[in-house]
């Protein structure tokens, strides 16, 4: 297991947020053990509850737009190859040809090849409310478009467009510009899916409950 999958298991959010799930989980599991059947109906509901928010989370989580960092955790800024930006619909993703991304309930979707130093370069979709450097619309003649990204250099799915990169990352994004453009692999995000931690949890803390509940009766 990983320093990620270590974090996202049994970090703090995934101890607190898995307690709802546990709770739907333990009125199920003491329903199906001979706990009453207003114990199973209940435990069935907020079961499936839980399972339709999870599945949400598990969507909105695994697409191929990457994260912000997690806060406390060092970044690095690295140069990056603008090979497109579009403004898509902020719910359903649908891409809004005719928006200027000014309206309400869009984003801004780059499309970048992030070029660290030292590592490999990997390519990624950022979302952003704010074109923050002033990308779209550049490069309709041909000249290369470039960006300053910062990223988590064990995380690279954990990217971002920072509103104002210092002047010496700007500079390496021009010389970048003017660069051989590498190949690079879309980046691909390690560890549990999102929400799997919460159903880990969730059935873990059921489990225990459960037995101790039967244990004592």
Do not use: C, I
Request: hydrophobic share 45%; glycine share 14%.
């Amino acid at each position: 297991m990983n320093r990620a999958t270590f974090r996202a298991l049994f970090g703090p959010p995934a101890l607190l947020g898995a307690l709802p799930v546990g709770a739907a989980l333990t009125a199920l599991g003491l329903g199906l053990t001979g706990g009453g059947r207003w114990l199973l109906l209940l435990g069935a509901a907020a079961t499936a509850g839980a399972l339709l928010l999870l599945a949400a989370v598990a969507e909105s989580g695994n697409g191929s737009a990457s994260l912000a960092p997690r806060p406390g955790r060092p970044t690095s800024y690295a140069p990056a190859r603008v090979h497109g930006v579009r403004v898509v619909h902020a719910g359903s993703g649908r891409t809004l040809r005719d928006s200027d991304g000014r309206a309400q309930g869009t984003l801004f979707v780059f499309d970048l090849t992030v070029v660290p130093a030292g590592r490999s370069p990997y390519r990624v979709l950022v979302r952003h409310p704010l074109d923050v450097q002033g990308l779209a619309g550049r490069g309709k003649d041909g000249a290369p478009v470039t960006a300053v990204v910062a990223h988590d250099p064990e995380e690279p799915w954990r990217t971002v467009l920072p509103a104002s990169p210092p002047p010496r990352e700007r500079r390496r994004a021009r010389e970048l510009a003017a660069a051989p453009g590498p190949a690079a692999p879309p980046v691909t995000r390690t560890g549990l899916p999102a929400g799997a931690p919460l159903l880990v949890l969730g059935v873990l803390y059921a489990g225990v409950v459960v037995a101790l509940v039967r244990a004592a009766g």
